[in-house]
Each structure stands twice: as C-alpha cells, then as structure tokens.
C-alpha cells in the first residue's frame, strides 16, 4: 500500500486529481483507509492490533504529507511515460568555432608583447577603407580589393560612400585620429570582397590587423615582431622571411613568408615546392597616412601636429585568419569553417 501511495503521490499534477487521491484515501465513508479500519484494525487479534495499528498510522501520515506537498510537475517522467530504461539523450558542450579559436591565439600572442585590441565597423566609408590609406578615388590600386559597394550611395561626395570593408586597414586611420601614440593595437575583424567561393577565397573572411606607432619604431622592430609571432604561433623552428611587395598605406611593404611547417622548407606539393610559405602583408606606415590623419585631427584642433613624421614613425601588418587556420590544422578547402558540419567542427572539441 505504502508504494502505492508513493507512485499515486508522485503522478498529482493538478488541484483535481489531488482532491480525487484524497477522497480516494481519506474519504469518510469509502476512503481506502476507512475500509481497511473497518475491514481489518477492528478485527484483528489482540496481539496483531499494534503492530497493524502501527503501519495503519504511518500510512495515513504518508498520504497527508503527499497532501500537503507541492504539486508535481507535468514533466515528471511517471506522468509522461518516459521510458527511463532508455539511453538519455546526450547534449555536446558548445566549443569555440576552429576559426574563433585561431584569432583568439593570434590576438593573444600580441596581448602577450603589450597590444590591446581595437574593433570598428564593418561597413565602412570610402574615406577609412581607402582614401586615408593612401588609394586615392580611381586609383587602380582599389582594383586589388574587390569591392563590395552599399546601394544608393551615388548622391553623396565619394568619401563619405558605404561600403562593406574589405580589409581591417580602416581602423588603423579610426584609432590614430582618436588617440595619440604610443599605439600598440590589433584588430581582429571579418571583411569582405566580392570573390567567387572556391576552396582559397571566401567573400566573407577574417583579418587580424596590427599597429603599433611611436618614437623610433624602425623596420627591425617589425621584423623582430613578425618573428616572434611566427614561432609562436607555428613553433620555434619556423624561420621568416621578408619579401619587397605593395601596399599604398605602407612604404617599404613586405609580404612575410614563413619556413613551410609541412616539409621543414624542404619543398613539397603544400608549398609548391618552394620551402616557403606566404603568409601576411605589412610595412612601414606611409607618411601620406599620417598627413591624412594628421588632416582629420585638425579639424578638431587646427594646431595637432602629433602624427609628424619627422618625430613619428610606425609599423603595420595584415593577415588572414582563415589561411593560418588552415595552415594550422592542414584544412585544405576554406568551405569547411562556414558549413556548420558537425563532422569537421567536432574535431575541434
Ligand atoms: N590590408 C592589407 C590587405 O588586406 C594587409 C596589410 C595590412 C598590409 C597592414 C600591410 C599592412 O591585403
């Protein structure tokens, strides 16, 4: 009876069937107890009274507290009929995404040397994302970022036209123009370009940007940087090279190579047989960004000569996240970090 009771108690989800059990148990004249007093207590051999009398009362203080205790939630699983015999169903933590992960590490390193890290926005102006980086309008160097351009912008002057930015570059100029150096920042961000997918380009992508402005910052101190950042970021074997390249914001501008992680520099099919591969832009800050900074300030404070050349010099870098995460983990189709496969994102739990 006492088990009864129990499951009975435990299936109470509403007011009614509530009342219902306790008629059914406590009712004056057919309750379940009143039957058995009647049927059994009364009767029963002297020397079985108290024992029987004994239970008899436990039982009654069973079904009063089932009474009074709060009702049981629908979910219980003796209402549901849930099968608890069953397998239950097994809920995966959430894990940062492969890529997430790869620009925390990057981010990371720097914080390490003393970088903070800057955001800004992904639509950008025409004036952050090229004109202050030194591609003026027309400028066939603007044919290297294939632009995604805002709708409806053909109204306003150039400078002030949206569009989706195409590399992190912009909050360089957003950062000088808010703040004096000394500046040590990176900028972790998505950018866009009007590429056709295929298993390298993706019209979405990730950047980390660095820069870092001051007194005497020379191209050693960006070697040396860029350097360090390797070999933490791929292990202290791998050794860096600097390459002559272009960009229109920096003046000299190097492309960076590291010793190919696959086959030790070597050669082999992963690094086309080179030794080498390429993996991040960067340069000197070129000193027509500082005038157009420089530019920008005064027209809050006419007189701001903080980003003089003559007294300030800088460094600056880009790299793509998606490249080194697929260099990281061998991943040879960029596809994968964007199609929610459980099957690849697994393999980063
Ligand atoms: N913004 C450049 C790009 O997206 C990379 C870069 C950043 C180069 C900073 C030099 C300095 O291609």
């Known amino acids: 009876?006492?088990?009864?009771?129990?499951?009975?108690?435990?299936?109470?989800?509403?007011?009614?069937?509530?009342?219902?059990?306790?008629?059914?148990?406590?009712?004056?004249?057919?309750?379940?107890?009143?039957?058995?007093?009647?049927?059994?207590?009364?009767?029963?051999?002297?020397?079985?009274?108290?024992?029987?009398?004994?239970?008899?009362?436990?039982?009654?203080?069973?079904?009063?507290?089932?009474?009074?205790?709060?009702?049981?939630?629908?979910?219980?699983?003796?209402?549901?009929?849930?099968?608890?015999?069953?397998?239950?169903?097994?809920?995966?933590?959430?894990?940062?995404?492969?890529?997430?992960?790869?620009?925390?590490?990057?981010?990371?390193?720097?914080?390490?040397?003393?970088?903070?890290?800057?955001?800004?926005?992904?639509?950008?102006?025409?004036?952050?994302?090229?004109?202050?980086?030194?591609?003026?309008?027309?400028?066939p160097a603007r044919d290297t970022q294939d632009t995604l351009q805002i709708a409806h912008q053909s109204s306003k002057p150039s400078r002030d036209r949206l569009l989706m930015r195409t590399h992190t570059s912009p909050v360089q100029i957003r950062t000088m123009v808010a703040q004096a150096p000394p500046i040590r920042i990176v900028i972790p961000g998505k950018v866009h370009r009007n590429d056709a997918a295929d298993a390298t380009h993706s019209p979405i992508f990730h950047q980390v940007e660095g820069l870092c402005v001051d007194t005497n910052i020379t191209f050693s101190d960006l070697k040396g940087t860029l350097d360090h950042a390797m070999k933490a970021l791929f292990g202290s074997d791998v050794k860096t090279r600097f390459f002559p390249s272009f960009f229109p914001f920096t003046e000299p501008s190097a492309d960076v190579q590291i010793s190919c992680i696959f086959c030790g520099g070597k050669g082999c099919r992963k690094c086309k047989h080179s030794g080498w591969i390429e993996l991040l832009g960067c340069g000197m800050v070129d000193p027509a960004v500082f005038a157009a900074v420089t530019e920008e300030r005064r027209k809050t404070n006419p007189a701001d000569d903080t980003y003089n050349p003559e007294r300030i010099t800088g460094f600056a870098f880009g790299m793509g996240v998606e490249r080194i995460a697929m260099i990281q983990h061998g991943i040879s189709d960029i596809g994968h970090f964007y199609s929610g496969d459980m099957r690849f994102l697994e393999q980063f739990a």
């Open 1 to 139: 009876l006492a088990a009864e009771v129990r499951t009975e108690a435990a299936a109470l989800t509403t007011p009614d069937a509530q009342e219902a059990f306790r008629l059914h148990w406590l009712g004056r004249k057919q309750g379940r107890l009143k039957l058995i007093s009647d049927a059994w207590l009364k009767s029963a051999p002297a020397e079985a009274r108290k024992p029987l009398g004994i239970r008899f009362n436990q039982l009654k203080q069973q079904i009063e507290q089932a009474l009074e205790a709060p009702l049981a939630t629908a979910s219980t699983a003796a209402v549901q009929g849930i099968d608890v015999t069953l397998p239950g169903a097994i809920r995966t933590p959430g894990i940062p995404h492969p890529l997430l992960k790869t620009m925390q590490e990057i981010v990371q390193v720097f914080h390490h040397l003393g970088y903070s890290t800057n955001l800004g926005p992904q639509v950008e102006t025409d004036f952050y994302n090229f004109e202050a980086l030194n591609f003026p309008p027309n400028h």
